[in-house]
């Protein structure tokens, strides 16, 4: 689908040799511009791979990747890692041991100002009523209160963060 725009006076600034009764179509290409969501601070958030129902997850703006909590984090082979997701301190815990692929590893910078490197998975989340695909890094967020962080990466174009809201998704 195109837009035709007409253009009278102008194009005579532009274009020295197009008289000003003239008229000049320009066919310019329109991008379907999908409405992004509002999401609070904190959201409950549902990892259906994981088999991990409604998880309290921080959306951090200030960190890039997402991040979700593993008791344990092994390398089984260079495109291998096998983990278990959260701890028996959660409700949703299962102890069952899952493997991914993994997409890459990467340096994180956590807030604390210590770097590690991270296996990343892709895997999806359900947010807000509906499921997205998530880049996930793995690592122990035992000492932290949310067992999972959204990053501006996913975010990015679906989002906009209400900071003074929270769980807009039990509010659907």
């Given at each position: 689908?195109?837009i035709?725009?007409?253009?009278?006076?102008?194009?005579?600034?532009?274009?020295?040799?197009?008289?000003?009764?003239?008229?000049?179509?320009?066919?310019?290409?329109?991008?379907?511009?999908?409405?992004?969501?509002?999401?609070?601070?904190?959201?409950?958030?549902?990892?259906?791979?994981?088999?991990?129902?409604?998880?309290?997850?921080?959306?951090?703006?200030?960190?890039?990747?997402?991040?979700?909590?593993?008791?344990?984090?092994?390398?089984?082979?260079?495109?291998?890692v096998r983990?278990?997701?959260?701890?028996?301190?959660?409700?949703?815990?299962?102890?069952?041991?899952?493997?991914f692929?993994?997409?890459?590893?990467?340096?994180?910078?956590?807030?604390?100002?210590?770097?590690?490197?991270?296996?990343?998975?892709?895997?999806?989340?359900?947010?807000?009523?509906?499921?997205?695909?998530?880049?996930?890094?793995?690592?122990?967020?035992?000492?932290?209160?949310?067992?999972?962080?959204?990053?501006?990466?996913?975010?990015?174009?679906?989002?906009?963060?209400?900071?003074?809201?929270?769980?807009?998704?039990?509010?659907?």
């Amino acid at each position: 689908m195109y837009i035709l725009i007409f253009c009278h006076t102008i194009v005579n600034f532009f274009f020295r040799t197009v008289k000003r009764t003239d008229f000049l179509i320009l066919s310019l290409p329109v991008f379907k511009m999908e409405e992004k969501r509002i999401i609070g601070r904190c959201e409950m958030a549902g990892f259906p791979n994981l088999k991990v129902g409604k998880l309290k997850t921080k959306v951090d703006t200030g960190a890039y990747t997402s991040s979700i909590h593993c008791s344990s984090i092994i390398k089984v082979d260079d495109h291998l890692v096998r983990c278990v997701f959260l701890d028996p301190s959660y409700p949703e815990y299962t102890g069952k041991e899952f493997e991914f692929k993994i997409l890459k590893e990467v340096m994180v910078k956590s807030s604390n100002g210590y770097a590690e490197k991270r296996f990343m998975i892709r895997t999806t989340i359900e947010l807000l009523g509906q499921e997205y695909t998530i880049d996930l890094t793995l690592t122990h967020r035992d000492k932290m209160k949310y067992g999972a962080l959204i990053g501006r990466k996913f975010l990015h174009r679906k989002f906009i963060v209400d900071v003074d809201r929270k769980y807009q998704s039990i509010q659907e």
